[in-house]
């Protein structure tokens, strides 16, 4: 194979690898994707507290419905027993027995009463922390799946690009000396970016260091040619 041609197709090969590389930063670096980590995770906490607002919902309905139940059973306890105070027909000890009972029941009644009240009061503020946090995850959802459109969309237009890029390099790969070849490689996981430069004037394509002539004559019997100053491949 010609070893000029073979370092022309390796720098055809170098534009090529560029290309991925920055199609494939532009992929990683979306300004989309942050917003919409953020976004997901906004997802994440309100679900979190949502489920917990729920569960703190069924915990007043809970306790709301067996108040009520206790309340109605002590209420009409009260109530038949003052009946039968208001009645009559008994001691006068008796009766004052069942009067103190009777004072007894209602000032429960009204501690139950307080009871009830309270877990009203605590499911609507459930209620209502639910409702809005109901809304809040709608919104923060359909943002978050509006941004997962629009990266999906610019991925895919980066994909697309990326398949002409790896093609391309596909087809030029088979035209480079397997050893030059494996140098560039080399190069590229060490150093990345530019490995491989034009010698114009000697000045070399990647360092743009001047080389004297004489530098210059040394440098191109290397095989590859190498860069005194970086130790690029030169293509002269």
């Known amino acids: 194979m010609d070893v000029i041609r073979s370092l022309g197709d390796l720098l055809d090969l170098q534009e090529v690898d560029l290309d991925i590389d920055r199609l494939l930063e532009e992929r990683s670096t979306l300004p989309e994707l942050d917003a919409y980590k953020a976004a997901h ?82 499911k609507e503020e459930c209620e209502a922390l639910v409702a809005k946090l109901a809304e809040e995850l709608a919104s923060t959802t359909e943002e978050r799946d509006e941004l997962r459109t629009v990266i999906t969309e ?25 050893d030059l070849l494996a140098l560039y490689e080399d190069l590229r996981e060490s150093r990345g970016g530019r490995v491989v430069g034009r010698l114009i004037d000697g000045v070399c394509g990647v360092c743009n260091l001047q080389m004297s002539a004489a530098e210059v004559a040394s440098a191109l019997k290397g095989d590859p040619p190498r860069c005194i100053h970086c130790r690029a491949i030169l293509v002269s």
């Open 41 to 122: 995770e906004e997802v994440q906490r309100i679900e979190r507290e949502k489920a917990e607002a729920d569960e703190a919902q069924t915990a007043a309905d809970r306790g709301l419905h067996k108040s009520n139940g206790e309340l109605e059973i002590l209420a009409d306890k009260a109530a038949a027993e003052q009946n039968r105070l208001y009645a009559g027909g008994m001691s006068a000890r008796d009766a004052d027995y069942l009067r103190r009972e009777v004072e007894m029941l209602y000032a429960k009644v009204s501690s139950m009463e307080d009871e009830v009240l309270h877990f009203i009061e605590k």
């Open 154 to 178: 610019k991925w895919r237009v980066i994909d697309k690009h990326l398949a002409v890029k790896e093609e391309r390099k596909g087809a030029i790969i088979p035209l480079v000396e397997p």
